[in-house]
């Protein structure tokens, strides 16, 4: 038997639903076994090349496992490419679904039907772009290559207008276009269903659940549902009285038409059922550290996750602020490790947010650090072109801050947090008042998203 070799595919859609398309080949190049995707790119918008008058491309990147000699995986690769409905009517032009090899091994391969590396893969972008996020070091075995894949791509001319990642959050919401100026943040509004909650004290009831969802959501992108408290020392309940206090909501959520529902839970089993029930976003305070299964649940529903950082526990973690190496160089550190186990898990790249975790083995003054500094954790290599949501509402360093005890008080407070995450170049504010923080928002964005 062949023994397996790594690959590296391009993944291209115009046509349809984008991404969706190219989930769907995924889907289908892991369906049978000889094909094993163990990482994929982010997914970026292009427009077209070659034949201009046609739709922006989404394009990324996957490295694969495969025992398929280059041939068999190339005659794999167009027989998903024809099930799945293209039809090549000119050359270069508008198709549903994209795939192509890039790299096999580490050899140069030549047949007539295939040629590897892909011949033209040095004069574009929206090739060199995600293959840098997998691969920034490999020499690229070409005549006219400079070198590494980086290399290749800083030869090329920038983009006019610069490339941007794509984030899928729900079919209702446009993605997340984490690197265009122009983008607007979104605001994620936090329902607890929590009778201990620190900020609203178990206000949503079921008998007002309807009238707060509705009250909310003129104002809400993203309606973030708990049902277990993760303030320190708050009473812990099993797994399915947790999901008997979202799923309600998230039934409720779905009949009103709520643009996205994000699921904030750290437990596998409550993850599950609120995906089956609606959810499409895991928002998940320790990024799959205190249950690892939830890793591969996200990733069997096709979820968006969101990695905060933190450390140990709930009850734990305010004794973990100590970071000798410095506050943002660990935190990203830390974050990429959450990232490398995400992808192990099976979930795309282009289905990660990052937060910071403000609040979360932070001290006042490494949660004001942190969102002094967010644009470098932005930049920092291996997180580039991750979206970012940032959550500092009612915090108690808000209170310490401003001298505000209540933390229904902490309003203005929140106002300032929320307007640093902004200028640092959030994508999504995580907020309580989402009325009062979206029109904040909306001055900021005036001001910075140009």
């Not at 769907?24 to 163990?38: F, P, Q, V, W």
């Not at 006042?364 to 644009?375: H, I, K, S, V, Y």
Request: charged residues 20%; glycine residues 8%.
């Amino acid at each position: 038997m062949r023994e397996p070799v790594r690959a590296y595919i391009a993944l291209g859609s115009n046509m349809g639903d984008r991404i969706a398309m190219i989930e769907e080949a995924c889907k289908e190049m892991d369906s049978d076994g000889t094909i094993k995707i163990l990482r994929t790119s982010s997914l970026w918008e292009t427009e077209a090349m070659y034949v201009s008058d046609q739709n922006n491309f989404v394009n990324g990147a996957c490295e694969v496992e495969t025992r398929l000699s280059p041939i068999e995986l190339l005659d794999k690769l167009q027989a998903i490419e024809n099930a799945m409905g293209r039809v090549k009517v000119i050359d270069k032009g508008p198709r549903c679904i994209d795939l192509d090899v890039l790299l096999y091994g580490e050899m140069p391969y030549q047949h007539e039907r295939l040629q590897i590396p892909h011949p033209l893969m040095l004069e574009r972008e929206f090739v060199l772009r995600p293959m840098s996020e997998l691969i920034p070091e490999f020499n690229i075995p070409l005549e006219r290559s400079v070198g590494t894949v980086v290399e290749n791509l800083t030869r090329l001319p920038p983009s006019d207008p610069p490339l941007t990642t794509l984030t899928p959050l729900a079919p209702s919401l446009p993605p997340i276009t984490a690197l265009h100026p122009a983008r607007k943040t979104l605001i994620m509004t936090i329902l607890n269903l929590t009778p201990d909650s620190f900020s609203d004290g178990g206000f949503h009831t079921s008998a007002s659940l309807q009238s707060t969802i509705s009250r909310l959501l003129p104002h809400t992108h993203i309606l973030d549902i708990g049902g277990q408290s993760s303030r320190p020392h708050a009473p812990s309940i099993p797994a399915a009285a947790e999901s008997a206090r979202v799923l309600p909501a998230i039934a409720l959520a779905r009949s009103l038409h709520v643009p996205a529902i994000s699921v904030d839970t750290y437990r596998a089993p409550v993850a599950d059922a609120a995906l089956r029930a609606g959810a499409t976003i895991v928002n998940d305070i320790s990024g799959g550290l205190l249950d690892p299964e939830i890793l591969n649940v996200t990733a069997r529903h096709g979820a968006t996750f969101v990695i905060t950082h933190t450390r140990g526990t709930p009850d734990t973690m305010n004794s973990l602020t100590h970071y000798p190496h410095g506050l943002i160089p660990t935190v990203a550190s830390e974050l990429l490790e959450r990232v490398h186990a995400a992808e192990s898990a099976g979930i795309r790249r282009w289905r990660i947010i990052l937060d910071p975790g403000i609040g979360f083995a932070k001290t006042g003054e490494q949660n004001l650090e942190l969102l002094r500094r967010l644009g470098e954790l932005r930049g920092w290599p291996g997180l580039e072109g991750l979206p970012w949501l940032v959550g500092a509402s009612r915090k108690g360093f808000i209170g310490k801050l401003t001298g505000v005890g209540e933390a229904k008080e902490r309003g203005w407070g929140t106002a300032g947090a929320v307007a640093g995450a902004v200028v640092g170049g959030a994508d999504v504010v995580r907020v309580h008042d989402a009325r009062e923080m979206g029109e904040c928002v909306k001055v900021l964005d005036a001001i910075y998203r140009v």
